[in-house]
């Protein structure tokens, strides 16, 4: 499984803005899919997950009502809808793939690349 993220950027807080994760392989449908970000100086954290089979979410509190995880099976094709963005939303943000839905980073086997998101007060 290759996954190539995109869509970071520079904004404003307060403004929204969507990740992207597209995925290869034939067994995408059935992966949890989840996003985590790094933060310079801190360890990769787990943001949002998504089950393969029945598209069930988790959340961290910290970006809970904020941010929407989705997928498109149709696709290979994972999202982040980031709203209300605040400047402690800064960091480097990966998507990956694994098997469980689990919220620690080494549950996942595949990463992408990492897409820069700069919050700006």
């Known amino acids: 499984v290759q996954l190539q993220a995109s869509g970071g950027g520079l904004v404003q807080a307060g403004d929204s803005l969507r990740l992207s994760c597209v995925a290869s392989g034939r067994t995408f449908s059935s992966a949890v899919m989840g996003w985590f970000r790094q933060a310079p100086g801190q360890e990769r954290r787990f943001v949002a997950i998504i089950s393969g089979s029945t598209s069930s979410t988790r959340y961290a509190d910290s970006v809970k009502g904020r941010f929407t995880i989705s997928r498109d099976n149709a696709k290979n094709t994972i999202n982040l809808q980031m709203n209300s963005l605040k400047p402690e939303d800064t960091a480097v943000y990966y998507c990956?793939?694994?098997?469980?839905?689990?919220?620690?980073?080494?549950?996942?086997?595949?990463w992408g690349q990492g897409t820069q998101l700069t919050v700006s007060s």
């Open positions: 990956a793939a694994g098997r469980l839905m689990l919220i620690a980073p080494d549950g996942y086997n595949y």
